[in-house]
């Protein structure tokens, strides 16, 4: 394995990224992944007190993805939080995918529930440490950052239905958890999406899922963000047809409070026309 974090770290020392980058004033180092490259970074890494943000800004090459691998894990609850982000800009947290966008927030963690593996839509990504306090709080961590190919593929035909359900489900599913799933079907077919059940944490715990996004480059139509407690109409009002042979869904929790989840079916169809 080859490892880019000497490298990194000096150019930390150079820019005082220790500190908050609002109050340094510098620019948030770029970490270039490619192959088999690991970049690891550890609260011992850190050593003084982070008065605001700490931020990283991961690349890797086209048609491979960024891959956040969270080893050790505790937070001081509710004040201490690790955020994971698509793109390469960090100033928004609302899931956007347009062509425009460049940022957007896949997960924040807190607390000393272990994290799951996050990996990122597109070739970039950034991770945030923040403090909400003016003073040092508990925070111990060790992430292993690399570089990998294109997720599993969930496969969809038009003979069988394709279940997607959240982790535990019908049970309580996790907290700090994240989910990446990009389903496809054969060309010349779009994808049904039909909603069974949902219930998730209202505004804190999210499904995003977008119609036609390509996953590298974040271009497609806004995704959709499904939040809240579902029943009957609003169950059916969530139902919808794909407008490509693809979808991109992401599961993201935050540190508090768990519900039962989701359960969404798919099927595939013969594109209209």
């Not at 982000?85 to 807190?110: K, P, Q, R």
């Not at 974040?218 to 407008?243: K, M, Y």
């Not at 490509?244 to 409070?257: E, K, L, Q, W, Y």
Request: charged content about 20%; proline content about 2%.
């Amino acid at each position: 394995m080859i490892s880019v974090r000497g490298i990194i770290f000096c150019i930390h020392c150079c820019l005082g990224l220790i500190l908050s980058t609002e109050l340094c004033g510098a620019e948030p180092p770029y970490v270039w992944l490619t192959g088999d490259e690991q970049y690891n970074i550890s609260s011992v890494d850190i050593d003084q007190i982070i008065e605001e943000n700490f931020i990283l800004i991961f690349n890797t090459t086209i048609r491979h993805r960024i891959r956040f691998s969270i080893l050790d894990f505790d937070f001081e609850f509710g004040y201490m939080f690790m955020s994971i982000g698509d793109g390469t800009e960090i100033d928004g947290a609302d899931v956007l995918f347009e062509e425009s966008s460049t940022y957007t927030e896949l997960a924040s963690f807190s607390g000393s529930d272990s994290p799951s593996v996050v990996t990122s839509v597109s070739n970039s990504a950034w991770m945030k440490l923040t403090n909400i306090k003016t003073y040092q709080r508990k925070m111990d961590f060790n992430v292993t950052v690399s570089c990998t190919n294109i997720s599993d593929i969930t496969e969809v035909n038009e003979v069988e239905t394709t279940l997607i359900r959240s982790m535990n489900y019908p049970s309580n599913y996790p907290n700090n958890y994240y989910r990446l799933w990009v389903i496809r079907t054969h060309e010349g077919y779009v994808i049904e999406v039909t909603v069974r059940s949902f219930d998730v944490e209202n505004g804190n715990d999210h499904v995003y899922i977008g119609d036609g996004v390509d996953s590298f480059t974040n271009q497609g139509s806004r995704w959709r963000d499904w939040t809240g407690l579902w029943e009957n109409e609003v169950l059916e009002s969530r139902d919808f047809t794909s407008s490509t042979n693809s979808v991109t869904m992401i599961f993201t929790t935050d540190h508090s409070s768990r519900k039962s989840g989701f359960w969404i079916q798919l099927r595939a169809a013969k594109k209209p026309g």
